[in-house]
């Protein structure tokens, strides 16, 4: 008499699977896992060069820069902060954090002011 192997999978065959799809999971999760932290540094960044347009926008209308983000009509990145040190008629320094980034605080600063750390050299961005 014949036997006749029914359709399916052995359960070897899922083990191999699960096996499989757990190392490449194991390789990837790394990869991936600094991938938001990456994009919060990438936000602060990019929130400090729309501030620097925002106040020089301001500045040609006012002759002088404000620590006034209302005044600049500005509005950062939900989850960012933006701090502006200083703000005169002959520049100006901010800083920019945001919780969970994979930097800790990002600066600039331009004209006349003290440098804000971690920025040094003016009009450059600089994070810590």
Do not use: Q
Request: charged share 10%.
């Amino acid at each position: 008499m014949r036997h006749s192997r029914s359709a399916g999978f052995t359960l070897i065959e899922l083990l191999v699977v699960v096996v499989i799809i757990g190392i490449l999971a194991s390789i990837a999760i790394p990869k991936f896992s600094n991938t938001k932290g990456k994009s919060y540094a990438a936000a602060i960044k990019s929130d400090l060069r729309n501030l620097a347009t925002a106040e020089e926008s301001y500045y040609y209308s006012n002759d002088t820069y404000t620590a006034d983000l209302g005044a600049l009509n500005f509005n950062p990145t939900a989850g960012v902060t933006i701090t502006i040190s200083e703000a005169t008629a002959g520049g100006w320094g901010a800083t920019a954090t945001r919780p969970g980034a994979s930097v800790n605080s990002c600066a600039l600063f331009f004209g006349s002011v003290a440098p804000v750390a971690p920025a040094t050299v003016e009009a450059s961005i600089v994070c810590n």
